[in-house]
């Protein structure tokens, strides 16, 4: 009996160790329903497992075992207790079990940073961790990651910074976190002292490390880059390609993201639903209609991957952006689910810009009757129907916007300037330098409306006199991050900036024109692609 008790514990122990979960919690029960004791080692084992597979109400069973037993002085035991919460997002349980907890070791201490983050709570994280006498790596890993998922990539690199000048030690999960928030910001110098470092201690060796530099490099959109260090790869999963696809499509280089894919397939590495989802969006940005039916067969009938609505949207704003506005009606109605908001906007986006006012009707009906959340497709349909000359369709799409409550996404742009990243909003006038920045976009649009520019003010909804909305286009975030990036560089440097939505037309009339009076090249990363300037020209070709 008792010899069976301790091969029971070892095996479910085992299965935990594989990561065998569940099958772990179903072996644990039917001990326990034959009578068998628990020991603190087995509920331990057992309460990691529930963790990972976030089953809640069975943790709270063995929390309450772990009572019964006066098992709750036990670190290790309620360390997986307090995981389990904390990966459950039940924040207050959590908090609970660190407070009654005798000793908290490190691992207690990092395992509460990570819970505080998950739930949002990042000054409280902040906080645990200036208050800890003893820090591991984990500690800042679960900090810098914490701050990432919370987007505070900024605070996340000033962590770094501190970590480094502490002379902490870095690991694989360390730079794999600042890497990619490197990514996210665009901060391009950071990104690059920091692969200095990756290669420093031998981490590029890593698959998730050399993805990760991969990805920064394609992000902030230096495709060369992204293409030295993925040829450097000992190894390449298919993370690795579909980095490099999806970063080739979203600089609108379709024929090189297609060969990418090409050579992955040769390869003999297998494609999911994210890298065929990047190569349909490369095909979308470049114009390809045939390989993109191409690409959408294959993943259908040769892998088998059930198309998403992002599939489909992909399809469909390829075929309307080339013009082939039938192909894409009829795509619609073959499609086996209902399309959604975002669908229908990218197809009225097309029927706008080529001024399919008919079709554009139907499509703009349905889009109202499918009750989109983003305020970007009722300025879209306000928009349409100012060009149609229906105004009551505008002054109802307006009320619409009002009653359902939608609001517009704050609008931000940032640019990492000497390794800081500073980040603008519409109308700011906090940044110490946003005297000289103003300056120059006024005397800019001066130099420009004498030259015949005039400003695009149809994406401000508010209800005021046309000079009022010049000044606010004059104040959009893009125009401000692009004038304090030519006042902070020497002439000549190329400028990155990333804004978290869709560029206005507008900034990117202004961009275009500065690009080519300033003898600048501007990259701007927006929400859905890249837009290179140079010369008074866009990549995208003013359609995006
Ligand atoms: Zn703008
Ligand atoms: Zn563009």
């Excluded at 894919?261 to 999911?272: H, K, L, Q, R, S």
């Excluded at 073959?334 to 097309?350: E, G, Q, W």
Aim: charged share 20%.
């Amino acid at each position: 009996m008792f010899h069976r008790r301790l091969s029971y514990a070892k095996t479910i122990g085992n299965l935990v160790n594989q990561g065998q979960n569940s099958q772990a919690i179903a072996l644990f029960r039917l001990v326990r329903e034959n009578g068998f004791e628990v020991t603190e080692f087995l509920l331990s084992a057992i309460l990691r497992a529930c963790g990972r597979v976030s089953a809640l109400k069975q943790g709270k069973q063995l929390h309450c075992m772990a009572i019964k037993h006066g098992f709750n002085h036990d670190t290790i035991l309620m360390t997986s207790l307090l995981d389990l919460y904390c990966k459950c997002n039940e924040i207050k349980d959590a908090r609970k079990v660190f407070d009654e907890m005798p000793q908290r070791d490190v691992i207690a201490n990092n395992c509460m940073i990570s819970g505080l983050c998950w739930s949002r709570l990042t000054l409280e994280a902040i906080g645990l961790f200036n208050n800890m006498s003893k820090r591991d790596v984990g500690s800042w890993n679960s900090l810098i990651s914490g701050l990432a998922q919370n987007s505070e990539g900024r605070a996340g690199l000033a962590l770094f910074e501190e970590m480094r000048v502490e002379g902490a030690e870095v690991d694989v999960l360390t730079m794999v976190s600042v890497v990619s928030i490197c990514a996210d910001l665009a901060a391009l110098r950071n990104g690059r002292e920091v692969h200095c470092l990756v290669m420093k201690y031998g981490f590029e060796l890593y698959l998730p490390v050399g993805n990760a530099v991969v990805d920064m490099y394609a992000k902030c959109g230096c495709m060369e880059n992204a293409w030295l260090c993925f040829r450097s790869m000992p190894m390449k999963n298919v993370v690795s390609w579909t980095a490099l696809i999806a970063g080739y499509g979203k600089q609108g280089q379709g024929v090189e993201a297609l060969k990418a894919f090409d050579a992955m397939e040769i390869g003999g590495v297998w494609p999911n639903s994210i890298t065929f989802l990047g190569a349909l969006y490369a095909c979308s940005h470049a114009g390809l209609v045939q390989e993109g039916w191409r690409i959408f067969n294959m993943m259908v009938s040769k892998y088998s991957i059930a198309p998403t609505m992002e599939h489909y949207t992909c399809m469909v704003d390829l075929l309307a952006r080339s013009g082939c506005f039938n192909e894409a009606y009829s795509f619609i109605k073959r499609m086996p689910i209902k399309p959604d908001p975002k669908l229908l906007t990218a197809f009225l986006s097309s029927c706008y810009s080529y001024k399919k006012l008919e079709l554009g009707k139907i499509v703009g009906k349905k889009l109202i009757e499918s009750e989109p959340e983003e305020a970007g497709a009722y300025m879209l349909l306000s928009n349409f129907y100012g060009i149609v000359g229906d105004l009551a369709s505008v002054a109802k799409v307006r009320r619409l916007m009002l009653d359902r409550g939608i609001r517009k996404e704050k609008a931000s742009t940032w640019i990492e300037i000497n390794k800081t990243v500073h980040s603008f909003q519409s109308g700011d006038r906090s940044h110490p330098l946003s005297e000289d920045m103003y300056s120059y976009l006024q005397h800019l649009f001066r130099k420009l409306k004498i030259n015949g520019y005039v400003p695009n003010t149809s994406m401000v909804m508010q209800n005021v006199d046309e000079q009022t909305k010049e000044v606010i286009v004059l104040g959009h975030s893009e125009k401000l991050a692009i004038a304090f990036g030519l006042i902070s560089t020497p002439p000549g440097t190329r400028i990155l900036i990333v804004k978290n939505l869709r560029m206005c037309t507008d900034c990117h009339v202004v961009t275009g024109l500065i690009s080519k009076i300033e003898g600048r090249e501007i990259v701007a990363r927006d929400s859905s692609r890249f837009h290179h300037f140079k010369d008074g020209l866009c990549s995208c070709g003013n359609h995006w």
